[in-house]
T-cell receptor, first 115, second 113 residues
Framework: AQKVTQAQTEISVVEKEDVTLDCVYE???????LFWYKQPPSGELVFLIR??????QNEISGRYSWNFQKSTSSFNFTITASQVVDSAVYFCALSEAGSGYALNFGKGTSLLVTP | KAGVTQTPRYLIKTRGQQVTLSCSPISGHRSVSWYQQTPGQGLQFLFE???????NKGNFPGRFSGRQFSNSRSEMNVSTLELGDSALYLCASGEGPWATEAFFGQGTRLTVV
């Protein structure tokens, strides 16, 4: 059975602080895909990143970075120098090989960035 | 390129009624998946279609059904609505058969009264 845990329900930071959102997953498959999505108040889920289980390289995209560690089954997301526009709910998700686009989402972490 | 379009955006229905929601994927995308989002249960997978075939199904009762047409547009139907079906229903579009980037629509907010 697959499972995604985002232990942080809510995080509040002041603008320009760095913040890390944790994601721990469980799966028996050796081939799987991990995702991060952002959901602003408008409700639409915005795709941020996809990683497959064979690619443990960390990824950096502007102020965003992701740390994938198979040894600890974690796929953490860091926002550097946070901005008010980063305020949203962030979801981590897992899809096992053969499951197509059937994503298993974590409960999400609500991030509030205040000026 | 137009994004994923879901219609209607908002819907109010009465218990016992049925409802049909529509999703038009990004042009060229052949996969459509559906999710239910509620405050209590979070985001839950309903079903996924690829080239008109249902490939995966989540753990929902048979009142929830869907289909995909030859133009990749998809509809989901909920029959005999219950209060607990009130949720944001999100549709995602994917290009190939494997889980690459899935792009979501803005959702349909269903309220059952």
């Amino acid at each position: 059975a697959q499972k995604v845990t985002q232990a942080q329900t809510e995080i509040s930071v002041v603008e320009k602080e760095d913040v890390t959102l944790d994601c721990v997953y469980e799966t028996r498959d050796t081939t799987y895909y991990l995702f991060w999505y952002k959901q602003p108040p408008s409700g639409e889920l915005v795709f941020l990143i996809r990683r497959n289980s064979f690619d443990e390289q960390n990824e950096i995209s502007g102020r965003y970075s992701w740390n994938f560690q198979k040894s600890t089954s974690s796929f953490n997301f860091t926002i550097t120098a946070s901005q008010v526009v980063d305020s949203a709910v962030y979801f981590c998700a897992l899809s096992e090989a053969g499951s197509g686009y059937a994503l298993n989402f974590g409960k999400g972490t609500s991030l509030l960035v205040t000026p | 390129k137009a994004g994923v379009t879901q219609t209607p955006r908002y819907l109010i229905k009465t218990r016992g009624q049925q409802v049909t929601l529509s999703c038009s994927p990004i042009s060229g995308h052949r996969s459509v998946s559906w999710y239910q989002q509620t405050p209590g249960q979070g985001l839950q997978f309903l079903f996924e279609y690829f080239s008109e075939t249902q490939r995966n199904k989540g753990n929902f009762p048979g009142r929830f059904s869907g289909r995909q047409f030859s133009n990749s547009r998809s509809e989901m139907n909920v029959s005999t609505l219950e209060l607990g079906d009130s949720a944001l229903y999100l549709c995602a579009s994917g290009e190939g058969p494997w889980a690459t980037e899935a792009f979501f629509g803005q959702g349909t907010r269903l309220t059952v009264v």
